[in-house]
């Protein structure tokens, strides 16, 4: 039995999932404010919300705020996607021990982490 499938939306409303797709797209092309303002639409509705604040962290990291990225990623909490919750333990750990990674590579692993949960790998 493998780990159960990646649903980032469930229990979404219609136009929280717009968000959210809206939101990766920009992540993915780069456009980090754009992808910050769809999950902080989501966070309005949804305080906390796993994946606003993963998504978040990740467009912070990559805009070099890792201090930003870690306040969010100490937001998430998901035993159900235990590769992520992993790296983002094992992150927050480097940074309060003051072995900070680099902000990008810091998004990197993050980003490898999910692809990893989706695929069903390292889990």
């Not at 980003?111 to 390292?122: H, P």
Request: net charge negative; proline share 6%; glycine share 8%.
């Amino acid at each position: 039995k493998g780990p159960p499938p990646v649903d980032w939306t469930y229990g979404y409303s219609p136009e929280d999932v717009a968000c959210l797709e809206r939101g990766r797209a920009a992540l993915e092309i780069g456009r980090h404010d754009e992808s910050l303002a769809e999950f902080a639409a989501i966070l309005e509705r949804k305080p906390g919300d796993n994946a606003s604040v993963l998504f978040s962290g990740i467009a912070k990291a990559r805009q070099g705020d890792l201090d930003g990225a870690i306040n969010l990623w100490k937001m998430f909490l998901d035993f159900d996607k235990l590769r992520i919750q992993r790296e983002l333990n094992v992150l927050i750990a480097l940074c309060e021990t003051g072995d900070r990674p680099e902000p990008l590579a810091a998004a990197q692993s993050v980003e490898q982490a999910i692809a990893d949960q989706e695929a069903g790998r390292g889990v």
